[in-house]
């Protein structure tokens, strides 16, 4: 039976919105009007017009001290521009400090908008970025743990170090797995986690798809697990959800979002199915 989904806001930090003061007002409006979750893009650049980027993990820890029960977290981190020590340390921080409300979204990340990666020295290859990826997923389910980590692979070496303090939620802070739903690594990734946030989905019947695929390569397919999906503000969502999404996510135009137009998909309030018939 169709039933409504988990309702988010999804905002690059751009421009007006690149203060964590006002990204933490922003998410507090919202947890008062009745949204589930408040997620913010995980950028170091964006072409014109866009000129100024906030870091979202400081914007991050502003929006856990200014709610109490909205879902929060990047969405998504490129998790080879981070160092997994420096990001162990950040996610258990925000996580402690929302309570235990953070949601990790993770991706390979791309130089397609600004060339972030190349500007910045830092590797370029999908395919060497994805094993980095994989294995940093290792580091970081460890490190939340609170035993001693010792790994020494292709890309990071953690020589017998603790982490805390952990997580408040564990075994692990909840991961989604982003990816482009046309290719076929992402859900094998996804199938890991907790959840799959697939871009430039074509229509509701491929999610229904690409939620068998994940179920069967999960170790427990009736374990829960998150289908996040992207929509654009107004969109109804019924096809959607009962395709298997369990979170909708309201999109906004990076080039053009303003502060005004935010405000103003805030107060009309989450996204809701519509009514059987209509």
Do not use: K
Not at 22 to 48: I, N
Not at 174 to 200: K, Q, T
């Amino acid at each position: 039976m169709t039933t409504n989904p988990q309702s988010a806001l999804w905002i690059p930090l751009f421009d007006e919105l690149a203060d964590p003061l006002v990204a933490a007002r922003l998410a507090a409006e919202a947890e008062e009007v009745g949204w589930h979750g408040f997620f913010v893009w995980d950028r170091l650049t964006w072409p014109a017009p866009v000129s100024r980027v906030a870091d979202p993990w400081i914007a991050l820890a502003a929006i856990a001290a200014a709610t109490e029960s909205l879902r929060l977290g990047p969405m998504v981190s490129p998790v080879a521009r981070y160092r997994p020590a420096a990001l162990a340390r950040q996610t258990a921080a925000v996580d402690r400090l929302s309570e235990g409300r953070l949601t990790l979204g993770i991706g390979l990340g791309g130089d397609a908008f600004g060339a972030e990666f190349a500007r910045t020295g830092e590797q370029v290859d999908d395919r060497v970025r994805a094993e980095m990826l994989d294995e940093a997923l290792d580091i970081l389910t460890s490190a939340w743990s609170g035993r001693p980590v010792r790994h020494r692979g292709p890309h990071y070496v953690i020589d017998d170090l603790t982490f805390l303090p952990t997580p408040i939620q564990q075994p692990r802070v909840p991961i989604w797995a982003a990816g482009n739903a046309s290719l076929r690594r992402p859900p094998h990734r996804a199938a890991r986690v907790d959840g799959y946030f697939p871009m430039e989905v074509r229509d509701p019947e491929q999610l229904a798809e690409i939620g068998e695929t994940i179920r069967a390569l999960r170790p427990d397919p009736t374990a829960p697990f998150d289908l996040a999906m992207p929509l654009p503000p107004g969109a109804d969502p019924t096809a959607y959800v009962a395709a298997g999404a369990t979170w909708c996510l309201t999109e906004f135009d990076p080039d053009t979002i303003t502060l005004d137009q935010v405000r103003g998909v805030l107060r009309d309030g989450p996204t809701t199915v519509a009514p059987a018939g209509r």
